[in-house]
C-alpha cells in the first residue's frame, strides 16, 4: 500500500489498534522506557481529541517483572514467566 493511502486511511479511521512490542516498551528490556511511552500518549491523545477510538495493545509485562525481580536471563519454566508477568503489570 502507498504512504498517501495508508495517510488517508488514517485521516479517516474511526478507530486506531496500537501494538507496541516488549523491546518498544521495555527499552530492550532495560526497564520501562517512559519517555517512549509518554510520547505514544501524547499522540494518542491528539487522535482521540480528533474523535478518533483508541486501543493500544502492548507487550513487556514479563521483561519488565525480570527487572523488577532481578532476574538477568529470561526463564523457561511456565511458574516462573508467569511470576514474572504478575509482577510486571503491577
Not at 500500500?1 to 528490556?29: C, D, Q, W, Y
Request: a positive charge; proline letters at 1%; hydrophobic letters at 45%.
Amino acid at each position: 500500500m502507498h504512504a498517501a493511502k495508508k495517510s488517508s486511511i488514517l485521516r479517516t479511521a474511526r478507530r486506531v489498534v496500537v501494538k507496541v512490542g516488549s523491546s518498544l516498551v521495555t527499552n530492550e528490556g532495560r526497564g520501562l522506557d517512559e519517555a517512549a511511552i509518554g510520547e505514544w500518549c501524547r499522540q494518542m491523545a491528539h487522535l482521540v481529541r480528533q474523535d478518533c477510538e483508541v486501543i493500544m495493545v502492548s507487550s513487556g509485562a514479563i521483561a519488565e517483572g525480570m527487572k523488577r525481580l532481578g532476574w538477568s536471563q529470561r526463564p523457561h519454566a511456565i511458574h516462573e514467566l508467569q511470576a514474572a508477568a504478575a509482577v510486571g503489570q503491577m
